[in-house]
T-cell receptor
Framework: QKEVEQDPGPLSVPEGAIVSLNCTYS??????FMWYRQYSRKGPELLMY????GNKEDGRFTAQVDKSSKYISLFIRDSQPSDSATYLC????????????FGGGTRLMVKP | NAGVTQTPKFQVLKTGQSMTLQCAQD?????MYWYRQDPGMGLRLIYY???????DKGEVPNGYNVSRLNKREFSLRLESAAPSQTSVYFC????????????FGNGTRLTVT
């Protein structure tokens, strides 16, 4: 079993929909959680960065961490065709040299 | 501001050939990384350099070597390419090792036949 699991998709939604992207993990020591967005044939770019549990909002994006369930989510409100990309979750634990462990990514398609 | 620059963008090698992937960053970051990305496998760390003058193995180091040439540059060498090394290779940098957001280049797409 992988340490970080992500549904690969593709997830197809109409423009304007609320999108929920999720990751589950098995290592309870993970404390730092990140979401990266990767457009086709490009490198990943950091979207959101959270520490421990709770919510963090940035414009149309909300990152949520539930450490008790070992579950993190990224919500996208009013989704746009430009949000079509692969979304990667990543996390790290202080006792592993803080090196990031990535999920496999979820491909999102927002249709006009 | 270029960020992280990788060369070449594409490469085709025959089994047994060697090559070096180049990476340079202009953000004055201390730490640099090499990842490979394969379908369904996510990003896997090959090697990293926490600071200038140091390098360490990541999750999948076999078949690769690295050199931290200076603070800006970090190269990845395949001494004898194998078909299993067909992948997309990403270089990344961060201010410091761990819990510091990674900044990625746009990748090198390598095919080994």
């Amino acid at each position: 079993q992988k340490e970080v699991e992500q549904d690969p998709g593709p997830l197809s939604v109409p423009e304007g929909a609320i999108v929920s992207l999720n990751c589950t993990y098995s290592n309870s020591a993970f404390q730092y959680f990140m979401w990266y967005r990767q457009y086709s044939r490009k490198g990943p770019e950091l979207l959101m960065y959270t520490y421990s549990s709770g919510n963090k909002e940035d414009g149309r994006f909300t990152a949520q961490v539930d450490k008790s369930s070992k579950y993190i989510s990224l919500f996208i409100r009013d989704s746009q065709p430009s949000d079509s990309a692969t979304y990667l979750c990543a996390m790290s634990a202080q006792d592993a040299g803080n090196m990031l462990t990535f999920g496999g990514g979820t491909r999102l398609m927002v249709k006009p | 501001n270029a960020g992280v620059t990788q060369t070449p963008k594409f490469q085709v090698l025959k089994t047994g050939q060697s090559m070096t992937l180049q990476c340079a960053q202009d953000m004055n970051h201390n730490s640099m990384y090499w990842y490979r990305q394969d379908p369904g496998m996510g990003l896997r760390l090959i090697y990293y350099s926490a600071s200038e003058g140091t390098t360490d193995k990541g999750e999948v180091p076999n078949g690769y070597n690295v050199s931290r040439l200076n603070k800006r540059e970090f190269s990845l060498r395949l001494e004898s390419a194998a078909p299993s090394q067909t992948s997309v290779y990403f270089c990344a940098s961060s201010e410091r090792q761990g819990n510091s957001p990674l900044h990625f280049g746009n990748g090198t797409r390598l095919t080994v036949t």
